[in-house]
Nanobody, 123 residues
Framework: QVQLVESGGGLVQPGGSLRLSCAAS????????MGWYRQAPGKQRELVAT???????DLGDSVKGRFTISRDNAKNTVTLQMSSLKPEDTAVYYC?????????????????WGQGTQVTVSS
C-alpha cells in the first residue's frame, strides 16, 4: 500500500525557516509529480509547490521567492524549504504525489495525500 509520510512541521517565529520532508513508500511504479498543498483554518486547500520528475516546478503565488522545492527521484522523497515565514503561512501542510501504484497498475496515475503536518508561524 502506498503511503506518503511527512515530517518537519512545528512552531517557528516570523522571519524564520523550516524544512518539510515527505517520503513515498510502497510498490510504486512511477511518479509524475510530488509536492505540497496547505490548508489554513476556514480556508480552502491551496497549492504551495509541486515538482515533476522532469524538473518542472509550480509554485503558489504567495510563496514565490521564499519557498523552494526539491526532489530525490531515486528515493521518492520531496523537500520543501521554507524561508522568511509569515504568520499567514500557518496551516496544515499536506504532501501529495501523482503516481502509479503497482497494485493498481491498470488504473494509471492517481493522486495520493499524506496525513498532513502542522506549521505554525507565531512570535
Amino acid at each position: 500500500q502506498v503511503q506518503l509520510v511527512e515530517s518537519g512541521g512545528g512552531l517557528v517565529q516570523p522571519g524564520g525557516s523550516l524544512r518539510l520532508s515527505c517520503a513515498a513508500s510502497g510498490h510504486i511504479f512511477a511518479i509524475n509529480y510530488m509536492g505540497w498543498y496547505r490548508q489554513a483554518p476556514g480556508k480552502q486547500r491551496e497549492l504551495v509547490a509541486t515538482l515533476t520528475s522532469g524538473g518542472t516546478t509550480d509554485l503558489g503565488d504567495s510563496v514565490k521567492g521564499r519557498f523552494t522545492i526539491s526532489r530525490d527521484n531515486a528515493k521518492n522523497t520531496v523537500t520543501l524549504q521554507m524561508s522568511s515565514l509569515k504568520p499567514e503561512d500557518t496551516a496544515v501542510y499536506y504532501c501529495t504525489a501523482d503516481l502509479v501504484d503497482m497494485a493498481y497498475y491498470a488504473a494509471g496515475f492517481s493522486i495520493y495525500w499524506g496525513q498532513g503536518t502542522q506549521v505554525t508561524v507565531s512570535s
